[in-house]
């Protein structure tokens, strides 16, 4: 048994002292603030921030554009959502440096001045909030949906709207307001 052990302990020793090595190489190039350029709403901005900083946290610690909420930072709940180059994306999962040189669309770019969106004065119409926290990423994927063509039925808009999440349950003035938007499409 003790034989057996150390062989075992001989065999994880290398692997992971090179693994070790990688991630203190990896880590001296990613380190440091830089200079970061992104078009936001149509105007390009500039920010100093380190290269791991998440799309959602530019937004919302480096430019002040707190509309785009960070509900859970995994992924799964929708509230970060925001357009990149014309597809929504979850804004937390992907890194700032990553979205230079895109389009990036937040729910403050989507009014034309006093001007709401159809989705916007849709959700108005058919209360399609409670809190409002959701109700930003709700817009965005809501706007997505009907613009890639999923929103034909209230299943497949119940189906392609599912990763975002309201916890005050919403859903069905949501789904109002996103199939009457669909219906004038």
Not at 53 to 69: I, S
Request: hydrophobic fraction near 35%; charge should be neutral.
């Amino acid at each position: 048994m003790k034989q057996a052990g150390g062989i075992l302990g001989l065999a994880l020793a290398p692997p992971l002292v090179a693994q070790a090595e990688r991630l203190t190489a990896y880590s001296k190039t990613v380190e440091g603030v830089t200079s970061l350029q992104l078009k936001i709403n149509g105007t390009v901005r500039t920010i100093q921030a380190e290269p791991r900083v998440t799309l959602l946290d530019a937004l919302r610690e480096y430019m002040d554009l707190t509309g785009t909420k960070k509900g859970c930072d995994h992924g799964q709940c929708g509230a970060c959502t925001v357009h990149v180059d014309g597809r929504r994306i979850n804004s937390c999962l992907t890194l700032a440096v990553m979205q230079q040189g895109k389009e990036i669309t937040t729910i403050e770019g989507l009014a034309k001045g006093d001007d709401l969106h159809p989705m916007q004065e849709a959700f108005i119409k058919h209360d399609g909030f409670q809190c409002g926290y959701c109700t930003p990423g709700q817009i965005m994927s809501g706007v997505a949906c009907v613009k890639e063509g999923h929103a034909s039925s209230d299943d497949q808009t119940r189906e392609w709207m599912s990763g975002n999440l309201c916890r005050c349950g919403a859903y069905p003035n949501i789904l109002a307001a996103v199939r009457e938007v669909a219906g004038k499409a």
